[in-house]
């Protein structure tokens, strides 16, 4: 069955500091993953998505993310952190089905 | 233009009552999802429509949830005899199509449940 874990639950990382969030999935064909952010009170919104093609991905706000099939991850990064990126980060993956299971999610703090 | 909106933002109801929470998808988008995110936790999937007809249902935990989708627009989702279990917050989400399963999802803001 197809899973995402986020071994982080919370982390926290100084304003400019550079940031990775780690993902690990498990499916045995090439799966869909996406990364989304909740901020207090807004929806989940999509910052990226990768399908197949280009291992590293683009998204908005300035982040990108890493699909590695042999160590089974997705991390997403962000070369220098804003204090408006404080939120809760989701990986999620998809198969063929459409539906999304997401991982448990991972807090970021941003200190001044 | 519009995204998805959810309405009531926030339900606070008695165990054993019956709610329902509607769901606005983006105009145009065939594809509707239905997620329950609980305190501290990833959304978890419920039930997805394709059109009118619901193409998966088997995320909803047990006969007691129920939701409909009868124009393939507006989406309701119906619990009976709720539980104080059933407190979570409800997000709902549309796609273009299902077709593949790499469609992105638009998520609305959600319906907050706290049964009492």
């Known amino acids: 069955a197809q899973s995402v874990t986020q071994p982080d639950i919370h982390i926290t990382v100084s304003e400019g500091a550079s940031l990775e969030l780690r993902c690990n999935y498990s499916?045995?064909?090439?799966?869909?993953l996406f990364w989304y952010v909740q901020s207090p009170g807004q929806g989940l919104q999509l910052l990226l998505k990768?399908?197949?093609?280009?291992?590293l991905v683009q998204g908005i706000k300035g982040f990108e993310a890493e699909f590695k099939r042999s160590q089974s991850s997705f991390n997403l990064r962000k070369p220098s952190v804003h204090w408006s990126d404080a939120a809760e980060y989701f990986c999620?993956?998809?198969?063929?089905?459409?539906?999304?299971?997401f991982g448990q999610g991972t807090t970021l703090q941003v200190k001044p | 233009g519009a995204g998805v909106s959810q309405t009531p933002s926030n339900k606070v109801t008695e165990k054993g009552k019956y709610v329902e929470l509607r769901c606005d998808p983006i105009?145009?988008?065939?594809?509707l999802y239905w997620y329950r995110q609980s305190l501290g936790q990833g959304p978890e999937f419920l039930i997805y429509?394709?059109?009118?007809?619901?193409?998966?249902d088997s995320g909803l935990p047990n006969d007691r949830f129920f939701a409909v989708r009868p124009e393939g627009s507006v989406s309701t989702l119906k619990i009976q005899r709720t539980e104080r279990g059933d407190s979570a917050v409800y997000l709902c989400?549309?796609?273009?199509?299902?077709?593949?399963?790499?469609?992105?999802?638009?998520f609305g803001p959600g319906t907050r449940l706290t049964v009492l």
């Open positions: 999620a993956t998809s198969g063929n089905t459409g539906k999304l299971i």
């Open positions: 499916y045995g064909a090439t799966p869909y």
């Open positions: 990768y399908f197949s093609g280009d291992t």
């Open positions: 105009s145009g988008h065939t594809a």
């Open positions: 429509f394709q059109g009118t007809g619901a193409a998966d």
């Open positions: 989400a549309s796609s273009l199509s299902l077709a593949g399963g790499g469609d992105t999802q638009y």
